[in-house]
C-alpha cells in the first residue's frame, strides 16, 4: 500500500464529510420542492449522496482506529482523541439509521418524512462536532505531524506580525577614506571632522586654480594666502587627546581637471 504521512485517515474523513453534508442538503431540498419538477431528482440525489457517504464511513472509521493505535501522543491529546472517537462512532449510528430510513422510503416520489430529516439534520450537527474535535487533534494537539517550522521564522505581513527576515551578511564598514590620526593611535581625543572647504579634487580631465585665499574686507592682493594642503596640526599628527584644528572655510582649494 502506498505510505501516506501520517495515514490514510485525513484522506477518507474529507468525503465522509462532503458526502454526508451534501445528502442532508439534497433530502432538505427536495422537501422543499417536491411539488416541482425537481423535487424527484434531488431526491434521488440526496440517496445516492447519503449511501455513498455511508459507505465512506465505514473506510473512515477503520482508518481513524488505526490512526487511534498508531499515532504517538501524550495524556493531553489522548483525551481529545478518545472525544473524537466517541463522537465519530455515535455519528455514523445516526447515518446508519438515517440510511435505513431513507431505504424505506425508497418508493416515495420527492422529499423525506420528518423522522428522516430529524436523523439527518442530528447527523449533521454530529459530524460538525466531531470535524471540529479531529481539527484540534492536529491543530491544537499536533498528532500526526511530522515536521513543525519554526515559530516566527516566516511571518507574511498581512497575519499582523513583522515581516520574515532572511539571513545575509552584509558588510557596512567604511572604506572609503583614511580614517582620523586620533582614531589610529587609539587615543580619546574629539577627531577632526572634515571641512566641506577643504582641497578636493574632481578629477575630470581639466587644469583649473581657483584662488579664494583673501580674507573679507582686504584687497585680493593683500590677503594672506595659506596653503591649499597644509600640514596636520601636530597634535593631530602625534595622536594626542584634545580637539583637532578645523581648517578655515575660506582656505583655497585646488580643483584638479587635468586632462
Do not use: C
Not at 464529510?17 to 419538477?37: D, E, Q, S, V
Request: charged letters at 10%; aromatic letters at 6%.
Amino acid at each position: 500500500m502506498i505510505e501516506v504521512i501520517p495515514n490514510w485517515h485525513p484522506v477518507a474523513v474529507h468525503f465522509t464529510i462532503a458526502l454526508l453534508i451534501t445528502a442532508t442538503a439534497l433530502f432538505a431540498a427536495g422537501t422543499l420542492f417536491r411539488k416541482a419538477p425537481s423535487g424527484a431528482a434531488l431526491t434521488t440525489a440526496a440517496r445516492w449522496n447519503l449511501a455513498i457517504g455511508i459507505a465512506v464511513t465505514v473506510a473512515t472509521l477503520a482508518t481513524g482506529w488505526s490512526a487511534y493505535n498508531t499515532v504517538a501522543h501524550d495524556a493531553a491529546s489522548h483525551e481529545n482523541m478518545s472525544v473524537h472517537l466517541r463522537w465519530a462512532v455515535a455519528t455514523a449510528l445516526v447515518f446508519l439509521v438515517a440510511g435505513g430510513v431513507a431505504w424505506l422510503e425508497r418508493r416515495k416520489g420527492a422529499g423525506a418524512g420528518i423522522a428522516l430529516l430529524a436523523l439527518l439534520a442530528g447527523g449533521a450537527g454530529a459530524l460538525a462536532v466531531t470535524g471540529w474535535l479531529g481539527g484540534e487533534n492536529v491543530y491544537r494537539y499536533g498528532l500526526g505531524v511530522m515536521a513543525l517550522p519554526k515559530s516566527g521564522d516566516h511571518v507574511h505581513p498581512g497575519s499582523g506580525g513583522q515581516p520574515h527576515v532572511h539571513a545575509h551578511d552584509h558588510d557596512h564598514t567604511q572604506t572609503d577614506g583614511p580614517a582620523t590620526p586620533e582614531a589610529a593611535a587609539g587615543n580619546a581625543g574629539t577627531a577632526r571632522a572634515p571641512d566641506a572647504a577643504a582641497p578636493h579634487d574632481h578629477g575630470h580631465g581639466h587644469d583649473h586654480d581657483h584662488d579664494h585665499g583673501h580674507e573679507p574686507g582686504l584687497p585680493q592682493d593683500q590677503g594672506p594666502a595659506a596653503p591649499a594642503q597644509g600640514p596636520a596640526t601636530p597634535d593631530a599628527a602625534a595622536g594626542k587627546a584634545g580637539t583637532a584644528q578645523a581648517p578655515d572655510a575660506a582656505a583655497p582649494h585646488d580643483h584638479d581637471h587635468t586632462h
